[in-house]
């Protein structure tokens, strides 16, 4: 059972467009929430994280939302650039340092 | 700061064999966790070590086990290796006090079974 759900597998954005990638989540127990960022041949790197009592978090051009009440947060790339094709894997994390994954999305931005 | 190696970066195995995979983490690091990375299933958890001790297993059968030295540098081990085995298997380490800790990777281990 997938506790971490994402959405869209993959992603083919224009150079200067949004990027948007959403993940849902059920556990209310849940308590900070990561997104990775990997590029081809290498490990996940931590992009930026928030945790649920924040609505928000903005970091250069990459920004997190978060929904408690649905029980969603998304991962928002402004002016999104070729160097940011990657894939992206939003993350639950529980007390006690267990982590959820979820499925990953490929992003492919167009020059 | 040298980042999480793994050890060796490809594997060639043939079902039924074992493999033990290696994973040096960032110095100061308590906290070592590994993930299987396979194609539509993103990161499935394996389990988390952290000062010699695990502390949390993910649900994969039991030829997947661990361990880690005083050290912190861990193993993991497949036996009765599987064609479904094959995958990128990433380890990770980070400072494992607080879920805030972020996870550092490695750049995995691509195993292949035959």
């Known amino acids: 059972q997938q506790q971490v759900k994402q959405s869209p597998q993959s992603l083919i954005v224009q150079k200067g467009g949004i990027s948007i990638i959403n993940c849902a989540y059920e556990?209310?127990?849940?308590?900070?929430f990561p997104w990775y960022q990997q590029f081809p041949g290498k490990g996940p790197a931590l992009l930026i994280a928030?945790?649920?009592?924040?609505s928000e978090k903005k970091e250069g051009r990459f920004t997190i939302s978060f929904n408690k009440s649905a029980k969603q947060f998304s991962l928002h790339i402004m002016d999104s650039q070729p160097g940011d094709s990657a894939t992206y894997f939003c993350?639950?994390?529980?007390?006690?340092?267990?982590?959820?994954f979820g499925t990953g999305t490929s992003l492919t931005v167009i020059p | 700061k040298a980042g999480v190696t793994q050890t060796p970066r490809y594997l060639i195995k043939t079902r039924g064999q074992q493999v033990t995979l290696s994973c040096s983490p960032i110095?100061?690091?308590?906290?070592v966790s590994w993930y299987q990375q396979t194609p539509g299933q993103g990161l499935q958890f394996l389990f988390e070590?952290?000062?010699?001790?695990?502390?949390n297993k993910g649900n994969f059968p039991g030829r997947f086990s661990g361990r880690q030295f005083s050290n912190s540098r861990s193993e993991m081990n497949v036996s009765t290796l599987e064609l479904g085995d094959s995958a990128l298997y990433l380890c990770?380490?980070?400072?494992?006090?607080?879920?805030?800790?972020?996870?550092?990777f490695g750049n995995g281990t691509r195993l292949t079974v035959t």
């Open positions: 990770a380490s980070s400072l494992g006090d607080t879920t805030s800790s972020p996870l550092h």
């Open positions: 556990n209310t127990a849940f308590d900070y």
């Open positions: 928030i945790r649920p009592d924040v």
């Open positions: 993350a639950a994390i529980l007390t006690g340092n267990q982590f959820y």
């Open positions: 110095s100061g690091h308590r906290s």
């Open positions: 070590y952290f000062s010699e001790t695990q502390r």
